[in-house]
């Protein structure tokens, strides 16, 4: 039979909380820059599924449409040179907002030699140590439990940096995230636990699927703070980033960020979407859309429509010649079938 509380049992702690995030305060030039990645990720993803349609991309390809703000946000505010970042199977955009060479993620995506896992990850496992990108995981919350393993060698090797591990609505409820939470506030490591709420999941609704849908209160049980931000918005996701990078380097253990996102296509390429309505999708464009919002904010700021324009067609070329290079660029030798496939040296 449970004990009662006893009168004399002192109350739990208040707890430090971090601040409550504001939007970046962006100069123009950075906001030009936010508005460019995003684009890029945009228009890179419709040129993947086009080349999914033509048969040129096998396997499964998941698109990143809609939630450009949550990774030019969060990971502007990352150090390149040292702090790590892992995510899921939805991995084209995180890699492309660090700074990763389009033509290498493309080729990779029709499976070619010059792709940065050498054409054998494909669209849901591309890595790389040299960009301090650790993937692209197939398995559902996988990646969170070894987010806490890049966030542990940070703190043990006192090399200053933070891993930001990305998981979805869907993968929240993995018991492997939970053994993480407990581990990672246990130890004060260094990681921000981020939160791509796009409300779906694989299909089902998060209000469906989860008994607690405020996503960023899953922390509590292990006293890790959360905070909910418009994943829809840059400037909040910037300014979320730095109030979790502040809280963390600070050594005051994890941190989770909720990201109320949206994607506009279906699960993969292979889903219709049909548990949602097209009115749906669209008003959430007409109202949220990531891009457009930012495009408003810089024509307020004197930004000429021409300049805007030049920059869409500079992207477009961009992504283009990326396609075209992974076209054109042979596949692996059958040799390389056997490499890369066990570490023969720690």
Not at 92 to 121: C, F, N, W
Not at 148 to 170: I, R
Not at 223 to 228: K, V
Not at 312 to 320: D, F, S, Y
Request: proline letters at 5%.
């Amino acid at each position: 039979m449970a004990r009662a509380p006893r009168a004399s049992e002192p109350p739990l702690p208040n707890r430090e909380r971090p601040g409550e995030p504001q939007p970046y305060e962006a100069t123009n030039d950075e906001l030009l820059q936010f508005y460019k990645e995003m684009l890029l990720i945009r228009r890179f993803e419709e040129k993947a599924g086009q080349l999914y349609g033509l048969g040129l991309i096998g396997g499964f390809c998941h698109l990143y449409i809609g939630q450009e703000a949550v990774a030019v946000g969060l990971q502007s505010a990352l150090d390149g040179e040292k702090d790590s970042v892992i995510t899921g199977y939805r991995d084209h955009g995180h890699m492309l907002a660090y700074g990763i060479d389009p033509q290498v993620i493309m080729a990779e995506l029709t499976g070619r030699a010059a792709g940065i896992s050498r054409g054998k990850g494909g669209s849901m496992h591309m890595f790389s140590t040299e960009h301090k990108f650790y993937g692209g995981h197939g398995i559902v919350g996988a990646q969170v439990s070894l987010g806490a393993g890049l966030a542990f060698k940070h703190k043990y090797s006192g090399d200053g940096g933070v891993c930001m591990a990305y998981f979805g609505d869907g993968a929240a409820n993995q018991g492997q995230v939970y053994e993480a939470f407990n581990m990672a506030e246990l130890w004060k490591l260094p990681i921000i636990f981020v939160i791509e709420n796009n409300q779906y999941a694989m299909g089902t609704s998060v209000n469906r699927a989860s008994s607690e849908d405020q996503l960023y209160r899953r922390g509590e049980s292990f006293r890790i703070p959360g905070i909910q931000v418009d994943g829809m918005d840059v400037l909040a996701c910037r300014g979320a980033a730095e109030t979790a990078l502040e809280w963390v380097r600070a050594g005051k253990g994890p941190v989770i960020l909720e990201m109320k996102t949206y994607r506009y296509r279906g699960h993969s390429m292979s889903d219709p979407a049909k548990y949602r309505s097209r009115e749906e999708v669209q008003a959430v464009r007409d109202k949220s859309d990531p891009i457009e919002h930012v495009k408003r904010l810089l024509e307020e700021r004197g930004v000429k429509e021409d300049e805007l324009k030049s920059l869409e067609q500079a992207i477009r070329k961009q992504v283009n010649a990326a396609a075209d290079f992974a076209e054109q660029t042979p596949e692996p030798e059958p040799a390389e079938l056997y490499t890369d496939v066990l570490v023969e040296r720690y």
